[in-house]
């Protein structure tokens, strides 16, 4: 019998990041484990065959919770060996207390889990790494730096707004045969709608909180932030931008709402009905060729 405070994910958590197609039932899990004091006991993913970045953000944040507050939680690896080893690669069971002795190498195509506790100006840069090697990502008018900026004002705004016990945790994966890479950011902190409530009371739900999260300087600190340095807010804005014009996708979990933008730049929103995650989710994907329709089981030969 599972225990009541454990985290099962399904044997496919590869599912596309909208409203239409997202692993909720996971997501569900993990936020009424979050509404329960946040702690697992136990993590299962023996029946995992893939799993795509979001769901490792959301496994491996789970389980450093639980550590951080004294709590250690028994890990059944998956039974596939290939899943197996390319979580390995990504350092989940290290997070877990587990130390494979085979020692899997990370690839190229992988971004090994990270959990920042304090920022970092480095996370951006390792992504447009991956995406010039791995995708051959044809970067006009010098972008790189102006792509790893966006990224890491994203992960910044979680160490200014979020109040994480965990701080932040990302996790990558290109899929060259689909020509894309798929990045989560992840915290466990006080969500979108929270923190943006303090500045913009009155809204209506969670998903038009995220709306306006999107807009240009809406989330900015006045001034300064708390390292003392000027936060424009327009990290999403600015990439939501470019992955627009590239046929690249975004979607933003937090608190009850999730907003999406697809392929060809239309943006989908909803209330999700069911517990309240406590945290937010951005999962950027992007593409080399527009109008493409995602990451899908086809890529399991990339792992």
Not at 138 to 150: C, F, K, S, W, Y
Not at 198 to 226: F, S, W
Not at 246 to 251: F, S
């Amino acid at each position: 019998m599972q225990s009541r405070r454990s985290l099962h994910v399904p044997q496919l958590a590869n599912s596309h990041f909208s409203t239409a197609g997202i692993a909720w039932e996971m997501l569900k899990s993990a936020a009424s484990l979050r509404k329960n004091g946040g702690v697992v006991d136990l993590i299962d993913l023996s029946e995992v065959r893939h799993m795509r970045p979001y769901g490792v953000a959301i496994v491996a944040a789970m389980a450093e919770l639980s550590i951080l507050r004294g709590n250690p939680v028994t890990y059944l690896e998956p039974r596939d060996d290939q899943i197996r080893d390319h979580l390995t690669r990504l350092g989940l069971p290290a997070i877990v207390g587990q130390h494979d002795q085979t020692r899997v190498a990370p690839r190229p195509t992988n971004l090994p889990i990270r959990i920042e506790k304090t920022r970092s100006d480095s996370t951006g840069s390792e992504v447009v790494e991956m995406l010039v090697r791995e995708l051959g990502y044809d970067l006009v008018g010098g972008l790189e730096p102006e792509i790893a900026a966006n990224i890491d004002e994203i992960v910044l705004n979680t160490h200014t707004h979020a109040d994480s016990e965990v701080g932040c945790v990302i996790v990558g994966q290109a899929f060259p045969q689909n020509s894309v890479l798929e990045v989560a950011i992840l915290d466990l902190g006080i969500t979108i709608p929270t923190h943006l409530g303090r500045v913009l009371p009155g809204l209506p739900d969670d998903a038009t909180a995220i709306e306006k999260a999107i807009e240009d300087g809406i989330t900015g600190t006045k001034d300064r932030n708390r390292f003392g340095e000027p936060n424009s807010g327009a990290g999403l804005n600015n990439l939501a931008e470019h992955l627009a014009a590239r046929g690249g996708e975004m979607a933003i979990l937090s608190g009850s709402g999730i907003v999406w933008m697809d392929t060809l730049g239309k943006w989908g929103r909803d209330v999700l009905h069911g517990p309240r995650f406590e945290g937010t989710l951005v999962n950027i994907v992007f593409s080399t060729q527009p109008g493409s329709t995602g990451v899908g089981p086809a890529t399991l030969a990339d792992l």
